[in-house]
């Protein structure tokens, strides 16, 4: 037994802590999609295929190895979402990046989601990151303005054109207005969202992107990210949340509150 961990080389380790970490982020990836099912599919397929050659089911065993013969192509097609998905974590650099957006923008983006909500007006606001949304600002009217929050709820207010897609913010301004987004595709998703919320869940499943979504019907603000949406029940917590993506330093004391702290 010793003999053979003597054996084993760092390299062996190495490749198998690699391939242990690839095959844990793809199962976050797809985790909770209905590319779950369709992996336990193709598993069942494949064990189905080698019952038949162990009971020697030639017609059952020629045509599940025609079918997954052209499993790569199958794979391709079937989790396309899932591979974009993962390419896009891949392509993310390692090192956190400066906020591309103040903390005098945040407030007005803040200041505006309150007022509609308040008012039954939904909203759709998607705050860019490093992941590029070219895609999706194509789709809607370029603005490049400034942000505030007059016109973010000009925007969204019933009569306007633009209210039904998404508003897209980078480097403090607004983009572009009337976005088309993706919208998902889990099946887990609470049956009483609509078509805003999926397209925000959506998103943020392919992109870093932070959105926040206001519900017409409801009033309730939400913040979208990696999949995951968070009920923001007051302005203090989407101000907080808000911060601690963009501006994490601003959180923290420094000077004499840091010392005072340590006291």
């Given amino acids: 037994m010793f ?4 054996l084993i080389r760092w390299q062996d380790i190495l490749d198998i802590l ?4 690839i095959i844990y982020q793809l199962i976050t990836i797809i985790r909770g999609t209905r590319s779950v099912q369709m992996v336990i599919g193709l598993l069942v397929l494949t064990i189905v295929y080698f019952m038949a050659s162990v009971l020697d089911l ?3 065993q020629w045509l599940l190895k025609t079918f ?12 396309q979402q899932d591979i974009r998905r993962a390419l896009t974590h891949v392509g993310k650099s390692p090192f956190q990046k400066n906020a591309d957006i103040a903390e005098k923008d945040l407030d007005e983006i803040i200041r505006a989601v309150f007022y509609l909500a308040k008012r039954r ?32 709820i000009s925007i969204f207010m019933p009569v306007s054109p633009l209210h039904d897609g998404g508003v897209i913010i980078y480097k403090g301004r607004i983009q572009t207005a009337g976005c088309i987004m993706p919208l998902s595709q889990n099946p887990y998703i609470n049956k ?3 078509t805003r919320h999926r397209a925000a ?8 992107a932070i959105i926040v979504v206001v519900s017409e019907e409801t009033q309730e603000i939400s913040l979208v990210q990696q999949g995951a949406l968070t ?24 000077g004499w509150k840091q010392w005072m702290g340590k006291t």
């Fill in 3 to 6: 003999e053979s961990l003597n």
């Fill in 192 to 194: 009483r969202f609509g």
């Fill in 58 to 60: 030639v017609t059952l």
């Fill in 201 to 208: 869940i959506g998103l943020s499943e392919e992109t870093d």
């Fill in 121 to 152: 007006i939904g909203a759709l606001i998607v705050i860019e990151r490093e992941t590029g949304l070219r895609d999706f600002v194509e789709s809607g009217f370029k603005l490049n303005a400034n942000l505030s929050k007059e016109l973010l």
């Fill in 18 to 21: 690699v391939v242990a970490f």
């Fill in 68 to 79: 997954l013969s052209s499993l790569l192509l199958i794979v391709i097609i079937v989790f």
């Fill in 231 to 254: 009920a923001m029940h007051d302005e203090i917590t989407l101000t907080n949340t808000l911060r601690s993506i963009f501006l994490p330093k601003a959180n923290r004391p420094t």
